[in-house]
């Protein structure tokens, strides 16, 4: 049997590593890796190895593998001296740092399920060369830059790389990071797990306390990724698979479940809309109840996937009307990449700091940008999702795969916070559905339910385009509706790459990006 390369990434530069290393004969793992790297340095307001992965490793004939790469609340967090300060948890600075960042961590776990040949040095000296070189400003970091200035500005080493003169990037500047470069080139020679377990651990813990945060040297020491099993749903169209807790994925399949029980009832796009829409409002609903750290769960979130549940979601959907809402939603940032290499193998990653540049927090002997993945937690002590020692925090965070009927199987997904499970179901539904190419699926017009990159609105949002032609109609049916430009960034960067029986591969990435595609050689086995 042979097997086509590919790869897609939200960064033209990632995407190309990537694919550098499926063309070497790497695996799907190691081009992962290598990209995550690339796109750390590339994409500092998306994601960063200060920040948490997510992996489904997908192997032909074999149920896929999840791997957990994320971090824990401090083992020394003080939720009560966070009560005392105010009701909301801090949204900058070493005190707003509070969770372990778990991505390098899934790297090595990753390396070590579906490695290959390849070297630490084949596949990180890219990320070293980018970060000492420095990086081209793309609009989509001069949009961070400006719209963070006033959460981070006054950070004097965040200043320092991410803003000039005290303003923010312009188009074409160039950001350098020399400490990240060197940080990149300590893991090459003395492994990943030196992240956690060696002297660049001792960096990290010992700038993280100058800069206030309660994460220490013990906190970094017993971080482990984890290999779980993911979650899972049968429709119509095949075996769907996601991330389970502490992520979202949950609400990602029960939206796809809900609308395929719906989907004979879309006839026009509008009512394609219209359900879709229903169905995220009764899977957040799930969500918000329910999902929280692995170890705190009330039931498993597998038991949400019946088709008992599944159809009392569906019996709350109204063909004509829309649901009241706003819903309480979260923002994001994320950095979805997905991959196929010449083993048939398939990776769905999914990269994140949360919001924008995350903490604000930039280690100056590392160079790591960290997290404010601790937004998550409440302070409400009763609430699911309240803040406590060695807790892990909710993730919008989830890759996708499906298993199609048809022998196809696909690996997709976006980042953009609440907009994920939704830009994963449009993508879905249009190309299995519909009928449409991948690449129509992905950059046609799409929208949004909720808030998303730190929006506070709650409305239905949609790209021009479908404002025009359907904003009356779903006005009638209820909906709150407002019109964003065509192909923003709001509405996530997506990507899906498709093998066939055949072991053809297509790909596509979204317009709304910086990313491209690759398409590599076929390989037989």
């Given at each position: 049997?042979?097997?086509?390369?590919?790869?897609?990434?939200?960064?033209?530069?990632?995407?190309?590593?990537?694919?550098?290393?499926?063309?070497?004969?790497?695996?799907?793992?190691?081009?992962?890796?290598?990209?995550?790297?690339?796109?750390?340095?590339?994409?500092?307001?998306?994601?960063?190895?200060?920040?948490?992965?997510?992996?489904?490793?997908c192997?032909?004939?074999?149920?896929?593998?999840?791997?957990?790469?994320?971090?824990?609340?401090?083992?020394?967090?003080?939720?009560?001296?966070?009560?005392?300060?105010?009701?909301?948890l801090?949204?900058s600075?070493?005190?707003?740092?509070?969770?372990?960042?778990?991505?390098?961590?899934?790297?090595?776990?990753?390396?070590?399920?579906?490695?290959?040949?390849?070297?630490?040095?084949?596949l990180?000296?890219?990320?070293?060369?980018?970060?000492?070189?420095?990086?081209?400003?793309?609009?989509?970091?001069?949009?961070?830059?400006?719209?963070?200035?006033?959460?981070?500005?006054?950070?004097?080493e965040?200043?320092?790389?991410?803003?000039?003169?005290g303003q923010?990037?312009?188009?074409?500047?160039?950001?350098?990071?020399?400490?990240?470069?060197?940080?990149?080139?300590?893991?090459?020679?003395?492994?990943?797990?030196?992240?956690?377990?060696g002297?660049?651990?001792?960096?990290?813990?010992?700038?993280?306390?100058?800069a206030?945060s309660?994460?220490?040297?013990?906190?970094?020491?017993?971080?482990?990724?984890?290999?779980?099993?993911?979650?899972?749903?049968?429709i119509?169209?095949?075996?769907?698979?996601?991330?389970?807790?502490?992520?979202?994925?949950?609400a990602?399949?029960?939206?796809?479940?809900?609308?395929?029980?719906?989907?004979?009832?879309?006839?026009?796009?509008?009512?394609?809309?219209?359900?879709?829409?229903?169905?995220?409002?009764?899977?957040?609903?799930?969500?918000?109840?329910?999902?929280?750290?692995?170890?705190?769960?009330?039931?498993?979130?597998?038991?949400?996937?019946?088709?008992?549940?599944?159809?009392?979601?569906?019996?709350?959907?109204?063909?004509?009307?829309?649901?009241?809402?706003?819903h309480?939603?979260?923002?994001?940032?994320?950095?979805?990449?997905?991959?196929?290499?010449?083993?048939?193998?398939?990776?769905?990653?999914?990269?994140?700091?949360?919001?924008?540049?995350?903490s604000?927090?930039?280690?100056?002997?590392?160079?790591?940008?960290w997290?404010?993945?601790?937004?998550?937690?409440s302070?409400?002590?009763?609430?699911?999702?309240?803040?406590?020692?060695?807790?892990?925090?909710?993730?919008?965070?989830?890759?996708?795969?499906v298993?199609?009927?048809?022998?196809?199987?696909?690996?997709?997904?976006?980042?953009?916070?609440?907009?994920?499970?939704?830009?994963?179901?449009?993508?879905?539904?249009?190309?299995?559905?519909?009928?449409?190419?991948?690449?129509?699926?992905?950059?046609?017009?799409?929208?949004?339910?909720?808030?998303?990159?730190?929006?506070?609105?709650?409305?239905?949002?949609?790209?021009?385009?479908?404002?025009?032609?359907?904003?009356?109609?779903?006005t009638?049916?209820?909906?709150?509706?407002?019109?964003?430009?065509?192909?923003?960034?709001?509405?996530?960067?997506a990507?899906?790459?498709?093998?066939?029986?055949?072991?053809?591969?297509?790909?596509?990435?979204?317009?709304?990006?910086?990313?491209?595609?690759?398409?590599?050689?076929?390989?037989?086995?």
């Open positions: 049997m042979s097997f086509q390369t590919a790869f897609t990434a939200p960064h033209s530069e990632a995407a190309k590593v990537g694919q550098s290393i499926l063309d070497a004969g790497g695996t799907a793992s190691e081009a992962m890796v290598a990209a995550a790297a690339m796109v750390a340095v590339q994409y500092p307001h998306m994601n960063s190895i200060g920040g948490d992965g997510f992996w489904l490793i192997k032909k004939g074999e149920t896929p593998v999840a791997i957990d790469a994320c971090g824990a609340a401090s083992l020394s967090v003080n939720p009560d001296a966070y009560r005392g300060q105010g009701k909301q801090p949204e600075g070493g005190a707003s740092a509070i969770t372990m960042a778990g991505t390098v961590s899934g790297w090595d776990k990753a390396l070590q399920l579906n490695g290959g040949d390849c070297s630490l040095q084949q990180l000296l890219p990320a070293v060369d980018a970060a000492k070189n420095g990086i081209r400003v793309t609009q989509s970091l001069v949009n961070a830059s400006e719209k963070t200035l006033q959460r981070l500005g006054r950070d004097e965040f200043a320092k790389l991410y803003l000039k003169k923010p990037l312009s188009v074409g500047d160039t950001v350098k990071n020399p400490a990240l470069a060197s940080t990149f080139t300590a893991l090459i020679e003395h492994g990943l797990d030196d992240f956690y377990r002297e660049t651990a001792n960096r990290i813990a010992s700038d993280l306390k100058k206030g309660p994460i220490s040297i013990e906190d970094l020491n017993q971080h482990q990724a984890k290999v779980l099993p993911p979650l899972n749903v049968n119509s169209k095949g075996k769907l698979f996601n991330f389970g807790a502490p992520t979202q994925g949950v990602s399949l029960l939206i796809l479940a809900i609308y395929d029980k719906l989907a004979s009832q879309a006839q026009q796009e509008i009512h394609h809309i219209h359900l879709l829409v229903e169905a995220t409002k009764q899977a957040f609903i799930i969500r918000d109840r329910v999902v929280t750290d692995e170890s705190y769960l009330e039931q498993p979130l597998q038991s949400l996937l019946t088709d008992e549940v599944i159809q009392q979601c569906v019996s709350g959907i109204s063909a004509t009307q829309a649901q009241p809402w706003p309480v939603a979260k923002p994001g940032d994320t950095i979805w990449m997905g991959a196929t290499d010449q083993y048939g193998t398939m990776v769905s990653f999914i990269q994140s700091i949360y919001w924008e540049f995350g604000g927090v930039v280690l100056p002997e590392t160079g790591v940008l997290n404010i993945r601790s937004q998550s937690f302070l409400d002590p009763s609430h699911h999702n309240a803040l406590q020692p060695g807790k892990k925090p909710f993730h919008t965070l989830n890759p996708a795969y298993e199609l009927i048809d022998g196809r199987r696909m690996v997709y997904g976006t980042m953009g916070g609440e907009g994920q499970p939704q830009t994963q179901a449009c993508l879905f539904s249009r190309y299995l559905y519909q009928g449409k190419t991948l690449s129509q699926s992905i950059t046609e017009p799409r929208w949004l339910l909720g808030r998303t990159w730190g929006d506070s609105t709650n409305n239905l949002r949609l790209e021009q385009t479908l404002y025009q032609q359907y904003s009356a109609d779903l009638l049916m209820g909906h709150d509706v407002t019109a964003v430009t065509d192909h923003n960034e709001l509405m996530g960067h990507g899906a790459v498709v093998l066939n029986p055949q072991g053809e591969a297509s790909a596509t990435s979204d317009p709304r990006s910086d990313g491209t595609y690759f398409l590599g050689e076929t390989h037989d086995q």
